[in-house]
């Protein structure tokens, strides 16, 4: 089955303590994403990849930082979470192929830091 | 730059009535639009996507969306609202360029018996 996995799906840490969010797919896309949800104001872009070792930073990249080593993983670090990280996040990957072009989202992860 | 606009952060409708919900869009190039609900607690589904092929999208569950580029709008419909469509909606649009999706800050459908 195609799809976008992420872990954990939830995570409670406190303030500065280093946390990595996995993301993986199986479905060979190039390129992926990392986007966090708050209430009020939808999905925010905070990085990206469009390839292994090519990443650029999205719409709210303060805080964040990714690596890509390998096709399949997209890892999201926070090496020193604040509370206004307080999230749910989701990865995705992107197919764009013709009329399959779509982005295949990972089920979330709820992050909050006390 | 590209950007959402969906009218209304609450609709509320009844069982058995129509669901319209709005979405409005900017972009300088030929957009790519979609539809994504999120059940409580869940991810993001994809309802039915626009990618410049037939402009009358139908989707699952019943949804449909027009794409209309002379009113840069892409709203939402179903004819008859079921309990279970009660969800948040998100429009976003990208520009096919795969470097970013643009959402919408959501509407939340409540449907009441």
């Known amino acids: 089955e195609a799809q976008v996995t992420q872990n954990p799906r939830y995570l409670i840490t406190v303030t500065g303590k280093k946390l990595t969010v996995t993301c993986s797919q199986n479905m060979n896309h190039e390129y992926m994403s990392w986007y966090r949800q708050d209430p009020g104001l939808g999905l925010r872009q905070i990085y990206y990849?469009?390839?292994?070792?090519?990443?650029d930073k999205g719409d709210v990249p303060e805080g964040y930082k990714v690596s890509r080593k390998e096709k399949r993983n997209f890892p999201l670090i926070l090496e020193s979470p604040s509370p206004n990280q307080t999230s749910l996040y989701f990865c995705?990957?992107?197919?764009?192929?013709?009329?399959?072009?779509?982005?295949?989202f990972g089920s979330g992860t709820r992050l909050t830091v006390v | 730059a590209q950007s959402v606009t969906q009218l209304g952060s609450h609709v509320s409708v009844s069982e058995g009535a129509l669901v319209l919900l709005r979405c409005n869009y900017s972009?300088?190039?030929?957009?790519?639009l979609f539809w994504y609900v999120q059940y409580p607690n869940q991810g993001l589904q994809l309802l039915l996507k626009y990618t410049s092929a037939a402009t009358l999208v139908k989707g699952i569950n019943g949804f449909e969306a027009e794409f209309k580029k002379s009113e840069t709008s892409f709203h939402l419909t179903k004819p008859s609202a079921h309990m279970s469509d009660a969800a948040e909606y998100f429009c976003?649009?990208?520009?096919?360029?795969?470097?970013?999706?643009?959402f919408g800050t959501g509407t939340r459908l409540l449907v009441s018996p």
């Open positions: 995705a990957s992107t197919s764009h192929s013709g009329t399959n072009y779509g982005y295949t």
């Open positions: 976003a649009v990208s520009s096919g360029s795969f470097q970013k999706l643009v």
């Open positions: 990849s469009m390839n292994v070792e090519v990443t």
């Open positions: 972009s300088s190039v030929p957009p790519y």
